[in-house]
């Protein structure tokens, strides 16, 4: 997360309206849920972490909205890869505090609490927090997809796997199964788990075709596997959807693997025709 995106944020902040009330009721928790939902729809431009802002402002409650807050900032502050935005992760961590000065037991707030920690790469303080989490929700989809990044960041494929193959009946909304599938389909690309990598992504084909990033690690996938016509089509859709330098070197990458792959062609024809007229 950048300054920029930090100011933007405060900034937006300022326009809303903070709820007063400390009472937690199930409607304010299921509020805060559907928060976490649209906040997960963030694909790296600012203004789409608004409809969380929104979103948490709706639970009436100033734990949750703090909460929220903190949870916004966290999303935001992911860079690339296994990278994190310092700044924005202690931005989350002062917004969560003051969350956690009026209600420290919601495991809620404890799943954005394990998931911050494991962003900052604090994991044994994470792994305790889900533990406690267990003990009183042991169904908790976003516990389950915390602990799931939590093994990702231990290099622990066999256990991410574990928890990716727990969450998925409990990703009952499009959204939620979008955020799951996008999530460990990154996780799988980077461990070269590609076959897996490639079933998460073509699962998001029909959950969010318009996401520019999905077609992208689709195409890296493909290009990996040496699919290379489906690496290009899936790459021409993400860069019609959204031109991006990311995927503009992947095109060239493609490129020169296809080419390779037809001057190899073009060497063992020319090299077959020599042998047959030298017969």
Not at 8 to 13: L, S
Not at 67 to 83: D, H, K, P
Not at 184 to 210: A, H, W
């Amino acid at each position: 997360m950048t300054n920029e995106m930090n100011s933007f944020i405060d900034q937006a902040i300022q326009n809303l309206e903070v709820p007063t009330s400390i009472e937690i009721t199930n409607e304010a928790i299921n509020q805060f849920k559907r928060g976490m939902d649209k906040t997960n729809e963030y694909r790296g431009h600012p203004h789409e972490l608004l409809d969380g802002l929104d979103e948490f402002e709706k639970t009436g409650c100033l734990p949750l909205f703090y909460g929220g807050l903190a949870y916004i900032q966290c999303v935001g502050s992911y860079i690339e890869g296994m990278r994190f935005d310092a700044d924005g992760l202690r931005s989350a961590e002062g917004w969560l505090a003051k969350a956690l000065e009026i209600k420290d037991d919601l495991p809620e707030l404890m799943v954005v609490q394990a998931m911050i920690n494991i962003n900052s790469g604090n994991l044994g303080t994470a792994s305790d927090l889900l533990d406690r989490i267990d003990q009183v929700s042991s169904n908790n989809f976003y516990a389950i997809t915390a602990r799931m990044d939590y093994y990702a960041m231990r290099n622990n494929k066999a256990q991410m796997a574990s928890m990716h193959h727990k969450a998925l009946p409990l990703a009952m909304t499009t959204s939620r199964r979008a955020y799951l599938q996008h999530r460990v389909g990154r996780y799988y690309l980077r461990f070269k788990m590609v076959d897996q990598s490639i079933e998460c992504y073509t699962d998001l084909v029909k959950l969010t075709p318009l996401d520019p990033w999905m077609w992208h690690n689709l195409s890296i996938a493909y290009l990996l596997e040496g699919m290379l016509i489906n690496a290009w089509k899936s790459n021409r859709m993400a860069l019609k959807i959204m031109d991006f330098g990311n995927a503009r070197d992947i095109k060239k990458s493609i490129q020169k693997r296809i080419f390779l792959q037809i001057a190899k062609y073009i060497f063992y024809v020319i090299l077959a025709v020599i042998v047959v007229s030298n017969r």
